[in-house]
């Protein structure tokens, strides 16, 4: 009997407390997202509220991002679409002029989550 307690005590000791280990990101999708924009250099064809420079003119504005009906004219606006489009947006949108992107599906969602909460009112 006192080998079956201590087994047990042994396996509750092991166990973390949830609330103890459980780790919020330093910074939210939003802020990762201007980071990797920056570091993608999406700002080079694209005016991006929040990027100083570069502020290209060569893709769209993508002020106001989230008030557009469609995603290059013909892609339905959600995230999922939007994210898989910054990504690779030939394979989204046969004849896209946007080149793929060397960015991780995580960093695209970071993107989209940045574009759709620009504060644009």
């Given at each position: 009997?006192?080998?079956?307690?201590?087994?047990?005590?042994?396996?509750?000791a092991a166990?973390?407390?949830p609330?103890?280990?459980r780790r919020?990101?330093?910074?939210g999708?939003?802020?990762?997202?201007?980071?990797?924009?920056?570091?993608?250099?999406?700002?080079?064809?694209?005016?991006?509220?929040g990027?100083?420079?570069?502020?290209?003119?060569?893709?769209?504005?993508?002020?106001?991002?989230?008030?557009?009906?469609?995603?290059?004219?013909?892609?339905?606006?959600?995230?999922d679409?939007?994210?898989a489009?910054?990504r690779?947006?030939p394979?989204?949108?046969?004849?896209?002029?946007?080149?793929?992107?060397?960015?991780?599906?995580?960093?695209?969602?970071?993107?989209?989550?940045?574009?759709?909460?620009?504060?644009?009112?």
């Amino acid at each position: 009997m006192a080998g079956v307690a201590l087994a047990a005590c042994a396996a509750l000791a092991a166990c973390k407390d949830p609330v103890e280990t459980r780790r919020e990101p330093a910074i939210g999708p939003k802020d990762r997202g201007l980071i990797a924009i920056k570091r993608a250099g999406c700002g080079s064809c694209h005016e991006i509220p929040g990027l100083d420079w570069p502020s290209g003119r060569l893709g769209p504005s993508l002020d106001g991002f989230d008030d557009v009906g469609l995603i290059a004219g013909q892609l339905p606006n959600r995230p999922d679409v939007l994210a898989a489009f910054i990504r690779n947006a030939p394979s989204v949108k046969e004849g896209s002029s946007m080149p793929p992107m060397p960015i991780s599906e995580a960093e695209a969602a970071d993107i989209a989550a940045y574009l759709y909460g620009l504060d644009h009112d």
